[in-house]
């Protein structure tokens, strides 16, 4: 019953539309840093150090790469946030943000930005290395100036090209790890860039009305929902692909990554596949959104355990196990 109200009636308020089950009221100079984002950007950042050579590394300059990494991407959320106040101000989904709703001054939200921006560019430096606050700093300025300023006003792709800005703390664990980038972290790049379009198109269905008031042309809203079906469902493959990819990068071999990978695939193909048959269904399109988060959490975590000893273990036996069944060499 509740799924059918759900349907008939637009969604677009954040409560209706984002998936965190707390309904937790954030205090205003918090809420413009977007923590919610953060746990997601950590985790890829953490699938970045465990796909290099030097996993595991030592718990200072972990600490200190996610604390950096936390401190620029909140930096960058509050830029974001300053540039957008009008934007924000306009639309349903946003206009209770601490800025448009006059909670927080806009000068105090630039402070709070260079603050965060500075914390995070010494503690990289002092705690990790100079690629790794580099990266941070290109990943800021390539989510303020190339997504939001530029892209996002502009073109239905804008969430295509600006995505590299949030598959860029794959790199900066990379960098962090070893020094310099590697294998691995480009593969983690590449793999958010693919997998973003599902998470943002699939959101953007239900946000259709909302960005149509305010003209900013995503793909929804120029295109209409049953090309941005098809749009979601090259990316979803894309990212199928691509994670597989995963199983020659790891460094002490993925076989057990490869097969925990598939229901995770399994329901990525089955929830973009039957968007893809309705993109006009917001439940689907919701499911699909919120999906596309536990997903990529659950392929970092899946990096992570490909590391421990007994996953090590796993990919040497199973070879000889199959061997064993199969009677043929291996
Ligand atoms: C250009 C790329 C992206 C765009 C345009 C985009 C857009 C959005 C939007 C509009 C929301 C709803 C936010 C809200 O109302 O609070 C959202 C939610 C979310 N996004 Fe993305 N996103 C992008 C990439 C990413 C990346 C790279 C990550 C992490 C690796 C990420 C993680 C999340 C998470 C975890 C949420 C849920 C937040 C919550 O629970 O409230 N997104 N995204
Ligand atoms: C290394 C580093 C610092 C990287 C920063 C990466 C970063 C913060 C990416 C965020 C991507 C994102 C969630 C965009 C939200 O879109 P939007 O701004 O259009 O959403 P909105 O409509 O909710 O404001």
Known sequence: MAEAVAIAVPLSTREQVVPSRARLKLPPWLEIAKPRLIPLLL?????????????????????????????????????????????????????GRALPSGRLSAAKAFNIAVALACSAGLLLVMGVNCLAASLSLLGLCSYVLLYTVVLKPRTTQNIVIGGVAGAIPPLVGAAAATGHIGLGGWWLFGLVMVWTPAHFWALALLLEDDYRSVGI????????????????????????????????????????????????????????????????DRVRAKGLFRWSILYLFGICLLLLLARTTAAAQFNLQLPSLFNMFSGAPF
């Open 43 to 95: 985790a890829t950042t953490l699938g970045g150090m465990a796909l290099t050579e030097s996993w595991p590394m030592p718990a200072p300059r972990l600490a200190c790469t996610l604390g950096g990494g936390a401190l620029a991407a909140a930096a960058a959320g509050v830029l974001n946030c300053l540039w957008e106040e009008q934007l924000d101000g306009r639309m349903l989904r946003t206009s």
């Open 217 to 280: 042309p995503m793909l929804p809203v120029v295109k209409g929902p049953f090309v941005t079906g098809n749009a979601i469902i090259r990316y979803a493959w894309a990212t199928i692909a691509a994670s597989f990819l995963g199983v020659f990068i790891l460094p002490t071999g993925g076989l057990f990554y490869g097969l925990m990978l598939l229901p995770f695939n399994g329901r990525l193909l089955q929830m973009a596949q039957q968007l893809h048959q309705d993109p006009c």
